[in-house]
């Protein structure tokens, strides 16, 4: 079955989110709400969907990936338009979590729809035997439960939960949808309350903060324990709450106290403390409300970041904890559960009483415990999931823990008797399951992750900045290490390495691909050691490493074999500019690409103008005549604009139209792979470009452009210095219009541009500023 | 018997050729700050240190401070100088008008400080530390102790002190013991032995007010829970009178290798009466601030005894007939030759000449800075200023109390034999000179603060304030024929000085011991390229002034002559020390504890 067309009803958060997501998808998609009451005669009736489809456009993370995807959302009311289900093969139910209205709602798609398409809710508390009870057989054959996380584009978790009566062709074809169109991480659940992430989840929730009210710990206190150490976001429990919004908490505690078993450890965990109830009446429900645990303070025109005092309930300013525990531990997370002050009990109390539960929940929610750390990574974001918390600990220790803590050792953990629950046998990872035996940690087909590789052997060669790791069929796979992948001199050398052993092409190595499994792609070059060296006047040093970079980058341009760059989240600056020299781009949907030098003052040095020119002057779109495509090129570039999807990077052409895009960030190395392969059979490196500019009389016009700019107000006098340098690259410098210019002049224009302007004090202010408070400053 | 002239044509040409002495007067409130009003000033000051103090700094060396029933005697005539020297308003000299002071710039009473430092380190002691207690005051505390004490501060006759120091905590004052419990009238209690506590008691002044730093009840541990408070030795009565005796008395004072006229005192607090001086628990904070104005001082120190120390060897081996040249007699008519035509002599008295000016200037620029860093009215530049004596600050009181000492050394060696006894006067100027490598952080701690502190806040950025200065400057001096002699050699010790940074810096940053391994060789290479800095400018300026026929022509070739000895023989010592840097912390650590 083909998912060609798919309609979602309730056009809430959820569902226009869901209808928006699957659009990016490039899947036309209906979305329909009911009419409202007491509409007059004339009005929208679908006023509900067509006004969620508008706060879509403007929401902010957007959930569209471009804007143009809006074109695909079509949307209805459930009086008038039901018939246009009839065309959809995959229909999503995301209407309020009410059993009766969406009984009634399925009564009425069930005769309209088409036959064998399949019917998802995405309710989060209601089971699904509850949901198809009453409805026809063939209904119940066609129906499961998709469970996204808000928002649907973001969050990569989708749980799948199956009746015993769902068609398994149909469950199949839609997980296949979810994971490879949707790109989610597709996570089979049982049909038990809360599914596996909120199951856990909420019970994590409470116990974190039942202990900062019985240890005593502040919130910053408490979110600095149960955060960043334990590779959970920096928000931490308070901080999630106040993100999610306070008042959500009652309402999962109240569906899962009223599903969740006799005897379940939640019910014994649930607490209601006054101090959050009192929060919640008073309208403090976190940051869509009047103030969380957390608020900024505004009186008195300043910002002043405060806290509630969890014992006096009055806002105070808030602190930056620095607990002993977290000192004396340091990365070591059995150390920071052993340390006897009452941080350490936190941690303590916390971790054995979170992962306890966890344990104890397979084989009740889940088939293996690969499913539950999966949940918790891509829809909580931990970094490790419950399982693998209780490998860093030691299974034996961790049941030791539950001793001390008074807290029954789940079975699965005595199974383990302190073996781990994931180790590696033969170059793969393996997974203990139930019957306490080991298993592979499957791999769907099209899915190369260069963790396996790497868990696999060794690199074939390694720097303090890069590795490169042979990924199969004579492809190499060039990895940054360096801190947040920054790049540097080590980079360079690297791919200096790589080059040399790839050689021709026609040996062992036939092709190179970028990537790595980071949050962030690269942000750019290593701008504190750049500043350091700015700062003590390191002139031809940094005048070294601009053309190391450009050397670099146009090497593996030429070289003889294909390179693919396969970026996912951030590629800023250099970082972006590799990916311009790359024979092709492979690009996860969520990557974020941008030439943000101006935001440090200065202009791109390692190719990026002369690429990103070079593409635009390609465009037969544009009018005839040099300055169309410099224009273009300034645009980008002076404002610094970032792409915030990859579908919109090919717009602003850091993408090429023909680059690929792969929606889940699982498969991005191997569809990386397969077109590296694809093109090195045959591969011929492209030619040099040679550029026709204007010169002097191009750079003109330009300079007035920015002085107009500048005196509307919305270009600051840096500004103003580096557009200037950028637009007598982009121009040619002294370029004649008759004499064609080649890439080595513009790449010498970028390095004397780049160099006049680390001289400038005002850049070093942006650059000091950047590394300072990760913001740039507009001097 | 020593001799001293203040060095006033050379103090004059670094204010004009260097510092730009004229920018002054554009600061406000310094309007009147005029070059004629600076230099008419410091020739009184030259009068006054000449006349007055240095005839009594060898007998008081030779009769010291007594200490009798509690009351410490300073030397014969001290009492009498002191009251000259405040009575002529010099104590005030750069303070602010509203409490009394002249106003003048700091950089005028940096200059006169040299002087008074040459003439009497001892006696210098006092007014220093008045001036430090005045400063200390005037940024934390609050308007009604600023209004009761500044005006006697300022006037001098109330003295100042700073006790920091205890039986158990010197460096590190983290630890210190002395408890401050507050009273219902607002006021403290303070209670502890303080020690090393220089001027604690004498009997210049009719009162002495002590800055203690001290913990209060609920204190935090650490640096972090210490309070700064105001403890006169008499409370001030209605009329600001000296009032009771306050709980707090000099239990003994110390016999010391130097600065012996300088009284240095155990200080026995018994819940004396005292005042919070700025915030509570912000007591380091506010110590700082003086401490890094009493460590410039500290290096001014260091220049007036490198000064003094030199004029004595050169008159000494001016006139001291003994042996022939080596290459035949120059004075046949005289008994013997004096010592002056011996090229390791002219070797030990230019090197002690050329660190001495080249660290005048240095000093005067970062005196010139520091009121920048406090009056520019763009705070872009008093940021930048500020930036750069915070940077300076370790290197002149390290490397100039290094060159002060060395100087010292080297006029005795002139003086051979003589030098070694007591009448000559020289030998004292190696004992006094001793103490300025160890107080106000010993010259390890400031090398530690160079490179632990200065060298990687904000990725660098304290370091631009002098790397950019210079780089530009030899960027173009680099281009002129000229000057190559100069510039070439200072071009390759920056180059050195560059790389060991980036060294230091990547290092230090992954093992801490290689940041302190390398730090006395860091500071004195960076404190070397600094003085080259400051010749290659002075050479410019004297050759500038050679060319146009103005001033006086054998200073100004002396200058010249005196910038090539500096850099060929002097500054290239900047390449043993990146090799010792690049050595790293290995052959330091590497002896086991046990074998020493």
Not at chain 1, 658 to 665: Q, S, Y
């Amino acid at each position: 079955m083909q998912i060609q067309r798919a309609a979602v009803i309730g056009a809430g958060v959820m569902g226009s989110g869901i209808a928006a997501h699957i659009a990016n998808a490039g899947v036309p998609v209906v979305l329909l709400d009911i009419v409202p009451k007491g509409m007059p005669a004339g009005a929208d009736r679908s006023a509900v969907a067509r006004g969620a489809v508008q706060k879509l456009l403007k929401a902010d993370p957007a959930p569209f990936m471009h804007p143009k995807n809006a074109r695909l959302v079509t949307p209805g009311n459930l009086e008038d338009d039901l018939g246009l289900l009839a065309d959809c093969d995959w229909i999503v139910e995301a209407v309020i979590e009410d059993p009766a209205i969406k009984a009634d709602l399925y009564r009425r798609i069930d005769p309209v729809r088409k036959a064998g398409s399949v019917v998802s809710s995405n309710t989060s508390t209601i089971p699904l035997a509850a949901l198809v009870e009453g409805q026809s057989e063939a209904f119940r054959r066609d129906f499961l439960i998709t469970h996204f996380f808000n928002p649907p584009r973001y969050m990569r978790l989708l749980e799948l939960v199956t009746g015993p009566d769902t068609r398994s062709d149909a469950a199949d074809a839609l997980a296949d949808f979810c994971d490879r169109r949707l790109g989610k991480g597709v996570v089979r659940c049982k049909d038990r309350p809360g599914f596996i992430a909120n199951r856990i989840g909420a019970f994590w929730i409470q116990a974190a903060i039942n202990a900062a009210f019985d240890l005593g710990l502040s919130v910053e206190e408490a979110d600095a324990i149960a955060g960043r150490p334990m590779g959970i976001p920096k928000t931490g429990i308070f901080g999630l709450m106040d993100l999610v919004g306070i008042d959500l908490m009652p309402h999962i505690a109240r569906s899962l106290l009223a599903t969740l078993p006799e005897g379940d450890a939640y019910r014994a965990a649930y607490r209601e403390h006054p101090l959050i109830a009192r929060m919640i009446a008073e309208g403090l429900t976190g940051r869509k409300g009047k103030g969380g645990f957390y608020r900024l303070n505004r009186d008195g025109g300043g910002k002043v970041k405060e806290a509630i005092d969890l014992k006096t309930g009055a806002y105070r300013p808030a602190e930056r904890p620095k607990p002993e525990s977290l000192a004396a531990a340091g990365r070591d997370l059995r150390a920071l559960a052993d340390h006897p002050d009452r941080t350490g009990a936190y941690a303590r109390t916390v971790l054995a009483g979170t992962l306890a539960y966890a344990a104890s929940l397979v084989p009740e929610i889940a088939d293996d415990i690969v499913s539950v750390d999966e949940a918790m990574r891509l829809g909580y974001n931990w970094k490790q999931g419950p399982f693998e918390l209780i490998d860093r600990l030691g299974s034996d220790w961790f049941a030791d823990l539950c001793r001390r803590e008074g807290i029954p050792v789940p079975a699965l953990v005595e199974r383990a008797a302190g073996r781990p629950f994931y180790r590696v046998e033969g170059g793969r990872l393996e997974h203990l399951t139930v019957d306490g035996a080991y298993t592979p940690v499957p791999r769907p087909d099209g899915v190369l992750l260069l963790s396996d590789v790497k868990r696999a052997g060794k690199p074939v060669w390694k720097n303090g900045s890069a590795s490169l790791w042979n990924i199969g069929d004579g492809v190499m796979c060039l990895e940054f290490t360096s801190k947040m992948n920054t790049l540097d001199a080590d980079t360079m050398a690297a791919y200096g390495k790589a080059m040399a052993l790839i050689g021709d092409g026609r040996g062992a190595w036939k092709a190179l691909v970028v990537h790595n499994e980071a949050d962030n792609f690269s942000v750019g070059a290593n701008l504190g050691l750049a500043l350091f060296a700015l700062n003590i006047a390191l002139w031809p040093q940094i005048e070294e490493m601009v053309e190391a970079g450009q050397r670099t980058y146009r090497a593996l341009k030429y070289a003889p074999f294909p390179v693919v760059g396969a970026p996912s989240g951030m590629a800023l600056g250099g970082g972006c500019e590799i990916l311009l020299h790359c024979d092709h781009v492979q690009a996860h949907a969520e990557t974020y690409v941008g030439l943000v030098e101006v935001g440090v003052g200065v202009i791109p040095g390692w190719g990026g103008c002369t690429e990103l020119l070079a593409r635009h002057a390609a465009d037969p779109k544009l009018p005839k005549g040099p300055m169309p495509a410099i224009a273009k090129a300034f645009e980008t570039i002076s404002l610094a604009k970032v792409a915030k999807s990859a579908a919109e990077a090919k717009d602003l052409k850091y993408l090429r139209a023909t680059d690929g895009i792969t929606m889940n960030r699982a498969r991005l190395l191997a569809d990386a792979k397969a077109k590296a392969l694809e093109l090195a059979d045959g591969y011929t490196p492209p030619q040099p470009a040679t550029y026709t500019l204007p010169g002097p009389g191009g750079r003109t016009a330009l300079d007035l452009f920015v002085e107009g700019v500048r005196l509307q107000g919305k270009a600051t006098p840096h500004d103003v210095v580096v557009c200037r340098k950028l637009a007598e690259v982009l121009t040619g410098g002294d370029a004649d219009i008759t004499q064609p210019v080649d890439e080595d002049a513009i790449l010498a224009l970028e390095r004397k541009a780049f160099m006049d302007l680390v001289h400038e004090p005002d850049t070093v202010d942006r650059i000091e500023h950047m590394l300072t408070t990760g913001k740039p400053l507009r001097n | 018997m020593p001799i001293y002239k203040a060095p006033l044509q050379d103090v004059r040409f670094v204010l004009e050729s260097i510092v730009g002495v004229e920018r002054l007067s554009a600061l406000p409130g310094y309007e009147d700050a005029t070059p004629d009003l600076i230099f008419q000033v410091l020739e009184e000051g030259a009068k006054l240190c000449e006349e007055v103090l240095f005839p009594l700094n060898q007998p008081g060396d030779a009769e010291g401070c007594r200490f009798e029933n509690g009351v410490v005697r300073t030397p014969a005539g001290f009492k009498e100088a002191y009251d000259t020297y405040v009575g002529a308003g010099w104590q005030g000299l750069s303070c602010d008008p509203a409490y009394g002071g002249q106003g003048l710039p700091k950089l005028v009473n940096t200059m006169l400080e040299e002087f008074v430092c040459s003439a009497n380190l001892s006696f210098g002691m006092y007014p220093g530390l008045s001036l430090g207690a005045y400063n200390a005051l005037a940024l934390h505390a609050g308007d009604d102790l600023k209004d009761r004490f500044l005006p006697r501060l300022v006037d001098g006759t109330w003295a100042g002190t700073m006790c920091l120091t205890e039986p158990h905590a010197g460096t590190d004052l983290g630890i210190i013991r002395t408890r401050a419990v507050p009273k219902d009238d607002g006021s403290y209690a303070i209670t502890g032995t303080k020690i090393f506590i220089s001027a604690g008691e004498h009997d210049l002044t009719e009162n002495i007010l002590h800055l203690v730093l001290a913990r209060l009840p609920d204190a935090p541990a650490g640096t972090r829970g210490i309070s700064l408070f105001l403890v006169p030795k008499f409370l001030p009565d209605a009329d600001g009178k000296p009032g009771p005796r306050n709980g707090v008395a000099c239990g003994s004072i110390e016999h010391k290798m130097g600065i012996r006229a300088s009284s240095t005192c155990v200080m026995n607090f018994d819940e004396a009466t005292g005042w919070l001086v700025g915030e509570p628990n912000k007591g380091m904070r506010a110590m700082f601030v003086m401490m890094n104005a009493a460590r410039l001082a500290v290096g001014i120190q260091g220049l007036g005894i490198a000064e003094v120390a030199y004029q004595n060897a050169a008159a000494y081996a001016k006139e001291r007939l003994q042996g022939r040249s080596l290459k035949g007699p120059r004075h046949p008519d005289k008994p013997a030759d004096p010592i002056i035509v011996h090229p390791d002599v002219r070797r030990n008295l230019l090197t002690a000449r050329a660190y001495t000016e080249g660290a005048r200037a240095l000093g005067a620029l970062v005196g010139y800075h520091l009121d920048v860093a406090e009056r520019h009215p763009d705070p872009r530049q008093r940021r930048e200023s500020d930036e750069f004596v915070q940077l300076m600050t370790p290197i002149v009181k390290a490397l100039f109390t290094d060159i002060g000492f060395d100087a010292a050394n080297i006029a005795v060696q002139v003086h051979g034999g003589h030098g070694f006894i007591w009448e000559t006067g020289v030998e004292q100027y190696v004992r006094d000179a001793r103490i300025t490598q160890i107080y106000e952080g010993t010259n390890g701690i400031q090398a530690l603060d160079l490179v632990g502190r200065k060298l990687g806040q904000d990725m660098g950025r304290l370091l631009r304030r002098f790397f950019h200065p210079v780089s530009a400057e030899l960027a173009t001096d680099m281009e002129n024929d000229d000057l190559a002699e100069f510039a070439l050699p200072l071009a390759k010790a920056f180059a050195k000085l560059q790389q060991a940074t980036g060294l230091i810096a990547q290092k230090g940053l992954k093992d801490p011991e290689e940041a302190g391994a390398a730090a006395t060789d860091y500071l004195r290479l960076f404190g070397l390229v600094a003085l080259g800095w400051m010749w290659l400018r002075m050479v410019k300026a004297a050759r500038a002034r050679l060319a146009s026929g103005e001033g006086d022509a054998a200073f100004l070739e002396a200058k010249v002559k005196t910038a090539r000895f500096y850099m060929a023989k002097l500054l290239p010592q900047t390449g043993a020390l990146f090799i010792t840097i690049a050595a790293g912390a290995g052959p330091l650590m590497e002896l086991e504890d046990t074998a020493f």
